[in-house]
């Protein structure tokens, strides 16, 4: 469950029921909108979250159209709850209103109505608590509150999902809307485009989304860059949306100048910088309170202009500081950098506040990831902090790009270093009516839907590094000729891309003979299928088969990162017996047609860090000095039993005791070991010494 505090809101109301019509408020925009910051900064309401929605950018856009306005949540600050928590929405009502409360959220053309548990009338405005249904399918809505005739929609205000240790988020700063350039807003629609490839959980931009003296443009311009994002968006205010452009920021985007929400295990708390002055008593005030009630969780603070708030960090326990305004990229270790008193740029992620700059979004983004309470990557060059992603190092082609049609095919080049796995994409295509189907070629189906207007269909890939990948999606339509000439043609490339992923795979010491035999059977239904005119039949068989065929490519192309890999430690000299054994257990899974289990054993060789290869490297040293000593008569059934130990703790994925377990060993049977290198040594110790100290901490 999530809550989301904004900065001076009252919550001193218990629920009861009440069918009864709230009082009148103002009818003039501007004076909402500025009452509505003032109200809502002494309240905290809670509000429960889950993930994605499709958005518009008219929070308020069509106040006067209708007599109902949803003021929480909304597309600038949406709703996070998981399956089965209740969702509270706030409205306000212009006039009298009879009717009944009814309120649902759609996704896709899929319309879920809400079951309204309460409504009760609050500080001139309803508080509606709704139950979201265990059949909801995790993503983003749109949602829509009506009484009687009277109805407002508010488009991406709300994320359903489920939260793990795992987030992955997206910083993006300074979008500068409508702003002239020659391409009008292509460069940061291509943003919006990468945005949605890299499927982050959600994204926050730290001030400047607009321009001075175009707030008439942002229904228009705002709208075309915020209804494309397929993920949650969280805006806070910069310098650039002041007099009268804050009037058009608070009507468009975001009421909150300040406010915190959680998402999943990191608190995230927005403080407006309507000016890059200092910030005033009230925000600290607010900030220390949010601070305190994160605790121990990680904390992120987003701001606009990061110099304003360095006199403001000294004393404060905060994980994680996101701003903009330089349009100039760069890391500081803002523990580091106050005792020193000068900024110091880290060459790796520091134990203390990080602070973040992107440039603008026009041109780079900064994808972040917390594991956990830490923060595990926030650059695109784990050696260089203060880099972000360029965005033009992913360039796409949709053809035909627009207009109704029944076929589109994406191409993408990534001349990114680095493999972007679960990598989305969302087609649209024309709605063909009645019986038809769907196949995607190159990609796993996700999601599909149908609005009456268009079908939609999300598919999921994995962008190799410097390299192009395109997937192909089809509508299949029993009266339409060239989607069936289309199907054959798509069917024939993936029984070649079945035969190239085979003879990938055996180069690579495995065999996939089962599971080629199963989808190779599927395709030639599919194939028979066709020649039969049965087109829905054709196009579900191999639906089937490409998804098979997609999961073999991702597990082909994950054994032969692994083995490189490994190969590579091996002519430098490292000993990887213990890795080896993953890939040895990946390539059986592969013989026996278990490829969920081989892509397990593959990723966690991906996934090792450099002090995880020198501990396998040290275990693999240890295991050969053993058979040496055994060899030449000495005895080592003991320090060989523990050894065995760390081995099959390492093979767990418990890293932390076959550390402790190694070292137990070195001190214990000094005689069979002279001095190990000393990196391992002081790497081992110093790794075993910490986790000592936190267990005795943990038993005082």
């Known amino acids: 469950m999530q809550s989301i505090t904004h900065r001076g809101q009252d919550t001193s109301c218990n629920w009861v029921r009440s069918d009864g019509t709230a009082s009148s408020w103002l009818s003039l925009r501007i004076v909402f909108c500025l009452l509505c910051t003032l109200l809502f900064s002494t309240c905290q309401v809670r509000s429960e979250f889950s993930a994605r929605t499709v958005s518009n950018i008219g929070i308020y856009q069509g106040l006067f159209e209708s007599n109902v306005s949803i003021v929480q949540p909304i597309l600038g600050v949406p709703a996070r709850l998981e399956l089965g928590d209740d969702l509270v929405i706030r409205v306000v009502l212009h006039g009298k209103v009879e009717g009944d409360w009814h309120a649902a959220i759609s996704r896709y053309g899929r319309v879920h109505d809400l079951a309204l548990a309460e409504a ?94 175009y707030a008439e443009q942002m229904k228009e311009f705002g709208a075309r860059i915020l209804w494309n994002l397929d993920v949650p968006v969280y805006i806070t205010p910069g310098n650039h949306e002041f007099k009268d452009d804050l009037i058009s920021y608070y009507t468009y985007l975001n009421p909150y100048p300040d406010y915190a929400f959680d998402f999943g295990r990191v608190r995230f708390i927005s403080l407006n910088q309507f000016q890059t002055y200092p910030f005033y008593c009230e925000q600290i005030a607010f900030l220390d309170s949010e601070l305190g009630r994160a605790g121990n969780s990680p904390t992120t603070i987003l701001l606009h202009d990061p110099d304003s708030f360095w ?15 330089t349009h100039e990229n760069d890391a500081v270790d803002i523990g580091l950098s106050l005792q020193l008193g000068y900024a110091v740029i880290p060459k ?33 060059d784990p050696g260089k902090l203060k880099t972000a992603v360029p965005v033009a190092d992913l360039v796409m082609k949709l053809s035909p790009a627009e207009g109704p049609c ?83 043609s798509m069917i024939d490339r993936r029984m070649q891309d079945l035969e190239n992923i085979s003879s990938a795979v055996r180069n690579c010491g495995a065999n996939l003979s089962l599971l080629r035999e199963a989808v190779g059977d599927q395709l030639a239904q599919a194939r028979l299928a066709c020649e039969a005119g049965n087109w829905t039949r054709a196009a579900v068989e191999f639906s089937r088969a490409n998804a098979k065929c997609t999961f073999l490519a991702d597990a082909a192309s994950k054994l032969k990162d692994a083995s490189s890999r490994l190969a590579e430690r091996e002519a430098g000299g490292a000993l990887t017996s213990q890795v080896r054994a993953w890939l040895g257990d990946a390539v059986q899974a592969l013989r026996s047609g278990d490829c969920e289990l081989a892509v397990a054993c593959l990723s966690r060789i991906l996934l090792l860090s450099q002090e995880e290869w020198l501990l396998a490297d040290a275990i693999a040293r240890a295991n050969a000095t053993l058979a040496l000593a055994a060899a030449s008569g000495r005895e080592v059934k003991e320090p060989e039993t523990e050894l065995r130990n760390v081995a099959a703790f390492f093979h767990d ?13 070195y001190a214990m049977w000094p005689q069979f070991f002279a001095a190990p290198e000393p990196t391992v040594v002081c790497f081992l110790s110093g790794l075993c010494v910490l986790s000592l100290y936190l267990g005795g901490a943990k038993d005082r």
């Not at 500068?176 to 959980?201: A, F, K, S």
């Not at 006199?311 to 305004?325: C, D, I, K, Q, V």
Request: proline share 5%; with cysteine; aromatic share 6%.
């Open 120 to 213: 009760i009338p609050f500080n001139n405005s309803w508080l509606l608590r709704a139950s979201i249904g265990p059949e909801t399918l995790p993503g983003l809505y749109d949602l829509t509150v009506g009484k009687g005739g009277a109805v407002d929609l508010e488009r991406h205000a709300l994320s359903i999902g489920h939260d793990d240790d795992l987030l992955t988020f997206v910083h993006i700063t300074d979008v500068h809307v409508d702003r002239p350039e020659p391409d009008g807003l292509g460069t940061i629609m291509h943003t919006v485009d990468v945005i949605n490839l890299l499927r982050p959980d959600l994204v926050v931009v730290t001030g400047d989304f607009q321009d001075p003296g």
């Open 311 to 325: 006199s403001y960090s000294r004393g404060r326990n905060f994980t994680l500081m996101l701003a903009g305004h």
């Open 348 to 380: 790796a992620l520091p134990s203390g506040p990080l602070m973040l700059v992107t440039e603008t979004a026009r041109k780079a983004i900064r994808i972040i990831t917390f594991k956990g309470s830490q923060i595990v990557s926030c650059s695109c």
């Open 406 to 488: 029944n076929y589109q095919k994406l191409e993408i080049a990534n001349n990114l270093q680095t493999t972007i796995h679960d990598a989305s994409w969302t087609f649209k295509l024309s709605d063909p009516g009645p019986g038809w189907a769907v196949a995607v070629l190159g990609a796993e189906l996700e999601e599909e839907g149908s609005s009456g207007q268009h079908s939609t269909c999300r598919v999921r890939f994995d962008l190799a590094g410097m390299n192009m990948t395109s997937v192909e999606c089809l509508n299949i339509v029993p009266t339409g000729e060239e989607s069936r000439g289309l199907l054959r």
């Open 653 to 665: 994925g418990n890293y932390l005791l076959s550390r402790q377990g190694l070292s137990r060993i």
